[in-house]
């Protein structure tokens, strides 16, 4: 993957700068409740500022549909985004036209300036070229800092880049990155963790990974499906009994691509899905036919840790327990510690997605010692799937 960076822009000091983020924040009763996305393209901003370029701020909030819908406006966002980066923050209450223009041209070199919501034109999410050239006119130059959107050829995402000369954010380059290390080159041997809900929502997912990695590790509720698939009883468990077929087949050309699918041999079941709820640990050959497994037991815990210990690479999507209701979060916390402490001693490049894993890493007290972890939510899933992101392929092709 090859892509230009901030430090291949020549004499930044006065250009305008469209730089795409991602300010799709939470808000509740007209305040941003979580401010990690503006955060997280801080450095971009700051940097280019402190440079000299007039930074201009372009994003999507929400799903206006091509029509200016004033709940989704972006207006209220630039004081969080003035309250982060402790900045005045311009804003233009349209993406382009008079409105843009006018307020791009009142800028001096080092401002701040917030377009309003691309979506609010028909243009962004249909990739208009025309939509995208209005866009362009404002610019110099254009920064992609917005990893959680490249999924999308949208004009904000990919349109652009052919109007103008394109780089990376730092947030963008520290993502691509870290996915990079993760499956791009990964150091052998490379471990995947692959937990959660259901089997349907990750085929893809699990067929992609079992190309690249050495071991996936499948735990969660979609590890039922897997033992089902083996004639395994797993009683009242979540399972997909009619993805029987799916699963066999990921675990034959897991074993063609010599790639070891690591199943729980141990289960901790229940008869309430419910914190507290009484429980027992049993071989996953001895489900009882009234319970259903909420979390992998002490012996595949066990069996988890030490692939982590063998890896040099973990890439992970999804919980190995129903880890929002105690006790049954007791596997993902031991292994998210478990993988956090080897990366903190250097000995694993650790990366994370997903948004109930990142909950999951928090909830463990383990985010802040993994290596990378991608709060980009359905981009890294279509990264973990193998599937081209056009935002991304948009900048190398630039
Ligand atoms: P992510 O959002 O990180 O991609 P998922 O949404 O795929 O993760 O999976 C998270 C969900 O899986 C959690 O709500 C968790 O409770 C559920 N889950 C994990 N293990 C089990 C299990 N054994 N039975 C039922 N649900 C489970
Ligand atoms: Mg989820």
Known sequence: MTFKTIDDIQDIHGKRILVRVDLNVPVKDGKVTDVTRIERVAPTIQELTKKGAKVILMAHFGRPKGEVVPSMSLSPIANSVEEVLDKHVHFADNCIGDAAKEAVEAMNSGDLLLLENTRFHKGEEKNDPDFAKALAENGDIYINDAFSAAHRAHASTEGLTHHLPSYAGRTMQAELEALEKGLGQPIRPVVAIVGGAKVSTKIDLLSNLIEKVDALVIGGGMANTFLAAQGID?????????????????????????????????????????????????????????????????????????????????????????????????????????????????????????????????????????????????????????????????????
């Open 234 to 398: 797993v009683g009242k468990s979540l399972c997909e009994h009619d993805l029987a077929d799916t699963a066999r087949d990921i675990m034959a050309k897991a074993s063609s691509n010599t790639c070891e699918i690591v199943l729980p041999v141990d289960a901790v079941v229940a008869r309430e899905f419910k914190a507290n709820a009484e429980n027992e640990v049993v071989s996953v050959n001895a489900i009882p036919s009234d319970a259903m497994m909420l979390d992998v037991g002490p012996a595949s815990i066990a069996a988890v840790n030490d692939w982590i210990t063998k890896a040099d690479t973990l890439v992970w999507n999804g919980p190995l327990g129903a880890f929002e209701i105690e006790p049954f979060d007791i596997a993902t916390v031991s292994c998210a510690k478990h993988a956090a402490d080897r990366s903190a001693e250097g000995l694993l490049v650790s990366v994370a997605g997903g948004g109930d894993t990142v909950a999951a890493l928090n909830h463990a007290g383990a985010a802040s010692d993994f290596t990378y972890i991608s709060t980009a939510g359905g981009a890294f899933l279509e990264w973990m799937e193998g599937k081209p992101l056009p935002g991304v392929d948009a900048l190398s092709k630039a």
